[in-house]
């Protein structure tokens, strides 16, 4: 299996912050990255896909980078809606697999 | 509007078997664009996939469950269902139903997620 793990796992910013989250994947994935923002009591939504491409409706305050085993979430300039837990996932290959999160919680 | 919503139990006893179906409304099942699929998360933990369908039947599961994984789709009342066997404590989590968009391995469109709860 592909272990995806995030760093850090929990991270305090103030509104207007920029926050970045890295999620490194146990061997190469190329782009087949994927992020998700999940708030407590719902689902995951995702974010982004191909590491880089926004999914539609998402604000462009959020981007995507890397290829191979390294990538970012960046989140230009926090804003209230935006504390929440974030995961990574690969679509590499079977199983797809997660990051374990990472909390973006109000400084 | 692309809609999912789960539906079953939200107590299951050890040692039997958890059912749960994905109802879809706003899009189609027997669509070939798309896959469908179950993720599960035991509270206050991660997010683990446990398999995917295509309209077809056929199936990829997460070789960690896929002794007591079965993941089956019904195109005439556009559904799809999730049966895991033999269950345990660790098998208690909050078990969302998905569809997988463009490439089949990402999680565009999720349910709101149903908590099972494994204790006798």
């Given amino acids: 299996d592909i272990q995806m793990t995030q760093s850090p796992s929990s991270v305090s910013a103030s509104e207007g912050d920029r926050v970045t989250i890295t999620c490194r994947a146990s061997q190469d994935i190329s782009n087949w990255l994927a992020w998700y923002q999940q708030k407590p009591g719902n689902a995951p939504k995702l974010l982004m896909y191909g590491a880089s491409t926004l999914q539609s409706g998402v604000p462009s305050r959020f981007s995507g980078s890397g290829s191979g085993t390294d990538f970012t979430l960046s989140i230009s300039s926090l804003q209230p809606e935006d504390f929440a837990t974030y995961y990574c996932q690969q679509g590499k290959s079977f199983p797809l697999t997660f990051g374990g999160g990472t909390k973006v919680e109000i400084k | 509007q692309l809609q999912l919503q789960e539906s079953g139990p939200g107590l299951v006893k050890p040692s039997e078997t958890l059912s749960l179906t994905c109802i879809v409304s706003g899009d189609s099942v027997s669509s070939s664009t798309y896959y469908w699929g179950w993720i599960r998360q035991p509270p206050g933990k991660g997010l683990e996939w446990i398999g995917s369908i295509y309209y077809t039947g056929s199936t990829s599961y997460n070789w960690s469950l896929k002794s007591r994984v ?16 033999s269950v345990t404590a660790a098998d208690t989590a909050v078990y969302y139903c998905a569809r997988l968009g463009t490439y089949g391995v990402y999680f565009d469109y999720w349910g709101q997620g149903s908590l099972v709860t494994v204790s006798s």
Wanted: proline residues 0%; positive net charge.
């Fill in chain 2, 70 to 85: 079965t993941i089956s789709v019904d195109t005439s009342k556009n559904q799809f269902s999730l049966k895991l066997s």
